[in-house]
Structure formats: C-alpha cells, structure tokens
C-alpha cells in the first residue's frame, strides 16, 4: 500500500510541476476542464500502479509511464503555439532540475543513489523539491513585473527552441551517468565534488538558457514599442494634419456663413423649397466633414481612435460608435500607455463587431468616468459568439494568436502597473471589459 500511495504522489507532483511551468510561466491557456481531467487522472494512474503490484510487473516502468502519461496529458489539456515540443521539452528541464536537486540533497544528507532509491520519503523530497523552486521562480516573476518579456512562448522562434531542446538533452545525458556513477559510494571526496560540480553546471545551464529567453524576449518586446510609438506619432501627425484642415475649412464656412443665410432667405421667400432642401444638405454634408469623429478629452487617444476608425471602420457603413465621458486633462499615464491601452482595446472591439455578418448597426460603446482619483474605462462591443472566458482570461479565437495576446498582456500589465483591476463580460452577443485604474487622476 505504501509503494502505490508513493508512485500517486509521484505523478502528482509531476502534474504539478508541469502546470507550474506551463501554465504559470509560459502562460499557455488551459482548457476549461483542465483541473478536473488532472484530477481525474489520479486514480487513472492509481490503477494502473495497482495492476503492476498484482501481477508483479517491474514498478520501476512506472517512471517512465508517470512521466510520458503526465507530460501527454498537460499537452492535451492546453492552449497555445508549439504545444508540443515546449511540453516535452518543459518535461526534460523539470528532470534537469530534478536530478541536479537529487545530487546537492545525496551530498547533504550523505547518501548514494541506491539508499536514495530504497527510501520512499526521501525520493519524494527529491522530486518535489523543484515545486519549491518552481514557486520561487514563479513569485519572482510576479515581483519584477516580467509578464511582457520574461518565458513568453509565443514569442521565442523555433531556432531557440531546438537549441535550447538539443542543450537539455546533452546536459541530461551527461548529468545522469556522472550522478549514478557518482552517488555509488560514500564519504568519497572526489565524489561530492564531481557531484556537486555536474549538479551545478546543470543550474548554471538552465539559468544561462532562461537568460537567453529573456534577452530574446526583450529585444522583441522592445521593437515592438519603438513600432507602435512610430504609428503613434505618423497617426498624431495626420491627426493634427486634419485638424489644421479642418480649421481653415471652419474659417471658411464661418466667412461665407453671411451668404449662405441670403441663399437660404432667398430661397424661403421664392418658395423654391426643393433648391432649398437640397441647399440645407449641401450645407449639413460640409458642417459633418467639420466635425471631429470622437472627443475623448485627450489627443493621444482622440488620435488612436479617430485613426482606427478611419481606417478599420470605411468599409463598414452600419458601425456606430457611442463615447461617454472624457478622460482628465492631468493623469499618470503616459503618452505610450495610453496608446497601448486604447490601441488594444479599440481595434478588438472593432474587428469582433466587423465579424458580424447581419447589416443592422453594431454599436461600440466607451464609458469613462471619474471615481475620485480612479479611472473607471468600460468598452463594450456585439461579437458574432460567446467569447470563452475562465478565470478571468480570455481564450482567443484569433489565428494570429501571437500578436492578439501580446496585446492583451500590455494591457493587463498596464492595469497591474497602477494596481487596478480588469474584468471581462461575455454574453452570446455582447462582450464588455471593465477597467478600474487606481490613483492616477491627478
């Protein structure tokens, strides 16, 4: 009974180690059953161990069959680009880390691998220690800030991938025989050195190849910026462009306001009321081209929107767009936060309401409100289905899940950066996100 509770928790913690690293810091997606097919999968597990102590099959099989079934199951059971190969390869570091732990506690407590192997308490310390380790990193992660840059799977290119797969696999296979050869003997000097030397070269790896990572990740991250803060100010100038245009075209209707009162009077008392119908529309069609499309209160976002309606709404006569609101002249956000956190927003609303096939009007609401120094942004937008949401997080049913989601963590992390909150509505034909920013109204 002992051995089959042992090899349960084994699997367990190998479920857990793999969710932590998949789903904590790679951020794949899970699927909406996720936990219930993990657990599920216990007793699954568990009956399998039972079947190979009655019929007395050899238990160290359930190594490799906890460790594939594990590894197959999470891959399953997720979301995301190069599930796959991340999911194995992710299996591989775990085991890295694993046997690099195994050597450091054997040097501690002064054991050899057969006396590590016979103990059933502390072979489990030996595997689930990486939880330990894996959480650390986790918290870290969230203490830095490093969601946009840091294990974003999406963004490392399949060159890295295989590199960094090739690297965990030369590692392992030089680590393993080093650590059994190793850990045969005791009080060996030589052997707690070699030992403790693999087992830290293993770690030095593993921290030079997350390193890597997040170089890549940042130079990705950072050329994305500089582009949205190029669109930014080739959008500003045609913003301001217009406005000058529109300007003088304002001076223009103002000066020839006198004349076209004569028209109309003259018009009125010929009784021509067709010229004078058609008239007033001429003039109403000038008045319309004079009008900014949407004042938010702020340049920066009247740029954003005013751009993406131009461009992503032209061909779209029965798009309506509703503002509420305006946005405080004086406020922390910057220039560029500001341009990320509408840009994302905006161009989501408007491409979900453009996948609706129906000819009536899709109105686009934005309400923005003042609660003291807090920021209330409420968008809400008709879609063509339910959007699936769990745990607060959006699955996207984008094909460039790439880029959808770089935008959605830019905006999330704007939100944390101000310690605010964001939540996300979906019914069958509506969605809304709601957005509270915290102090920044100055």
Known sequence: MESILFWIIMYISEILKLSIVLLYLLEYKPTEKYWSIMLGSVPVFGSITIITFIFNLNEYYLTYLLGSFATLLVIICIRGKKKIIIGILSFLLICLVDMALTGLVAIFINYTIEMILDNIYVS??????????????KMVKKLLKMNQMILSYYILPGRYIIMAFLGVLGVGLYIAPVHILGLLKLDDRMR??????????????LAFLGLLIIINNSKVYYKELSDLNTKLIIQQKNYYKALIEKEVETRKFRHDIKNHMYCLTHLSEQKEYDKLNAYLKEINMVSEKLIINIYTGNDIVNTILNHIINDSCKDEKNIEIKWFGLIPE????????????????????VEASNKIDNEDIK??????????SNLLIIITNPIKEKVNIINNKLMTSKKDVTRHGFGTLNIENIVEKYNGSIKYFSTHNEFSVEIILDGIVL
Not at 363 to 372: A, H, P
């Open 124 to 137: 489990i310390l030996c595997n689930t220690l990486s939880i330990l380790v894996l959480m650390v990193i």
């Open 192 to 205: 707690n050195i070699i030992v403790f030397g693999i087992s830290l070269s293993g770690l030095t790896f």
């Open 330 to 349: 004086k406020i922390k956000l910057s220039s560029m936060e500001l341009c990320i956190l509408f840009s994302n927003l905006f161009s989501n609303a």
């Open 363 to 372: 109105v686009i609401t934005v309400k923005v409100r003042n609660l003291d």
